[in-house]
């Protein structure tokens, strides 16, 4: 089965790398560092070191707590950090500085994963969430290098597919590797596709171990004067094509109701000038925050095109809503809000952390959308009493602080390996 996978991975390839230099046309940030997607780069390592990977930007966000720890932990050990888009990986370098090795994920050929190896020397492998990748676990288990899948999960509908490849899998999981699992549901869905069940734990999501900067809320009321005076504010938080369109609907529709402020805050970097020009094209008064201008009582949008700013523009913030859920992409994190006592609105679309929208959706901290029209109305109910967002803030604070400890969990997972 593997043999047959490695075949179709080699056919394949070709097709994801065309992929990243067509995207370099728009974001020259995918022409650089080209190399180390078939595991060169720089030069090897002097000593064996400990690996982290964090896909892209949400989970490279996520690892920031754990990645302070293990360097406090063990700063004799060299810390490497791949992620596999350019978003994620200039995130981490905003994040971690050079504190870190930054590469980027090597296509999961045979070739590309033993250079990246050769050159990385990892010691221990931390993936968080769910990165199955079949060639590199083989990797792992030929070299014993201990792999644990950290923060993992595994959906009902993602199951349904890595059944129809269960042996493939089943190699792949049956190397020692350690789940850490998210829940309950998540180890049994490994257990399922042929995780071992001596290595399968359950420790939680180390999401909800984020850390805000110190600074975050009196930085949030600096951006607060600066842009929208005693107005209320609103943020559209990682947004998506397709969902800036509704979100600008209901603000319309909003701002005959109540003079309020919108702040957008498009996921990729590379559509902002697409964001700014459909402001243009429906005529609303806005101003880009990479142009530093002061907005005036008749701005009517914000346009943040800048990076590295979402939390803090949540700190300036009166209600959240968070992007990716409107749209078919899954939905983003609703934690970082949550954390700073903000009642969320979100799509329907959370199949990227399903359990942390059900339980916020449960205690009344998060509220589904669907449209223009309930946004709207979520939006003027929220805006107009200040004590309904206060309970839901306070509530969404305090199931993030009820649910903290998975990382502590997982450093004591993984001592054992680094002793």
Not at 65 to 72: D, F, H, N
Not at 89 to 113: E, H, N
Not at 132 to 139: A, D, G, I, R, T
Not at 339 to 365: C, F, K
Request: aromatic share 8%; hydrophobic share 45%.
């Amino acid at each position: 089965m593997r043999l047959l996978y490695v075949l179709l991975a080699r056919l394949l390839v070709p097709f994801a790398f065309a992929v990243v230099l067509w995207r370099g046309l728009r974001d020259r940030a995918y022409w650089q560092r080209l190399g180390e997607r078939f595991g060169y780069g720089t030069t090897p390592l002097p000593e064996r070191s400990l690996w982290v990977h964090a896909v892209s930007v949400g989970e490279v966000q996520a690892s920031a707590a754990l990645v302070r720890a293990l360097r406090a932990r063990y700063p004799a050990i060299p810390l490497v950090l791949t992620t596999v888009t350019p978003t994620g990986a200039a995130r981490a370098k905003t994040l971690f500085g050079d504190s870190v090795c930054l590469s980027f994920l090597p296509y999961d050929l045979p070739g590309s994963v033993r250079r990246f190896f050769d050159r990385v020397q990892p010691r221990l492998a931390l993936i968080l969430e769910t990165e199955l990748w079949p060639n590199l676990y083989h990797e792992c288990g030929k070299r014993g290098i201990p792999l644990v899948l950290a923060s993992a999960r595994v959906s009902p509908r993602s199951v349904a597919r890595y059944r129809l490849l269960v042996g493939l899998f089943r190699e792949a999981l049956s190397h020692g590797i350690v789940i850490a699992a998210q829940s309950d549901g998540d180890a049994e869905r490994f257990l399922s596709i042929g995780a071992n069940p001596q290595h399968t734990h359950v420790l939680g999501n180390i999401k909800f171990d984020l850390e805000l900067p110190a600074s975050v809320a009196a930085d949030g009321r600096k951006l607060r004067i600066q842009y929208a005076g005693s107005r209320p504010v609103w943020i559209a938080g990682s947004t998506h094509a397709g969902e800036e369109d509704i979100l600008l609907d209901a603000h319309v529709r909003l701002t005959s109701r109540l003079d309020g402020l919108l702040v957008v805050v498009p996921r990729h970097p590379n559509r902002f000038e697409e964001v700014a020009a459909n402001l243009r094209r429906r005529g609303l008064n806005f101003v880009r925050r990479s142009r530093d201008a002061a907005a005036e009582p008749a701005t009517q949008v914000l346009l943040v095109d800048t990076l590295g700013e979402l939390v803090t523009f949540y700190a300036a913030a009166d209600v959240a809503f968070v992007g990716g859920s409107l749209v078919p992409i899954g939905g983003h994190n609703l934690l970082e809000p949550a954390a700073l006592g903000l009642p969320i609105l979100t799509g329907p679309s959370t199949v990227n952390s399903e359990d942390i929208a059900r339980l916020l959706l449960e205690v009344g901290a998060a509220y589904t959308v669907h449209d223009a029209a309930e946004l709207t109305e979520q939006l003027a109910r929220l805006l107009g009493d200040p004590q309904a967002r206060r309970d839901a803030g306070d509530r969404g604070r305090s199931t993030v602080e009820a649910n903290r400890g998975a990382l502590e969990r997982l450093l004591t997972l993984i001592a054992p390996f680094l002793s």
